[in-house]
Nanobody, 121 residues
């Protein structure tokens, strides 16, 4: 009953920027971790960034210094700011959210449908 809506993907030139958003809706009591993963054709899915409810973050080495993750708890929203994009960043980007649906701790673990990011000149 928890769903994610992702937006912000598209085509951008090398060196350009995109900002992805992820909005969670449904039966949500509290969100815990919110994360972004990506998967390129023929490659394994990899986690690029994660942010906890208190704002602590972990950024993958391949994108560190270029990508920033943020969130707004009151809006159940997370963003991924991607700067200085390179062709190797081309992938489908997925939002991943964990949390609880009730005060007594019913947990959920939900993935978004993915949004395409293409970096090409």
């Amino acid at each position: 009953q928890v769903s994610l809506v992702e937006s912000g993907g598209g085509l951008v030139q090398p060196g350009g920027s995109l900002r992805l958003s992820c909005v969670a809706s449904g039966t949500i009591f509290r969100l815990s971790d919110m994360a972004w993963h990506r998967q390129a054709p023929g490659k394994q899915r990899e986690r690029v960034a994660v942010i906890s409810r208190d704002g602590s973050t972990n950024i993958a080495g391949s994108v560190k210094g270029r990508f920033t993750i943020s969130r707004h708890n009151g809006e159940n929203t997370a963003w991924l700011q991607m700067d200085n994009l390179q062709p190797e960043d081309t992938a489908v980007y997925y939002c991943h959210v964990k949390g609880t649906s009730t005060w007594w701790g019913e947990a959920f673990d939900t993935w978004g449908q993915g949004t395409q990011v293409t970096v090409s000149s």
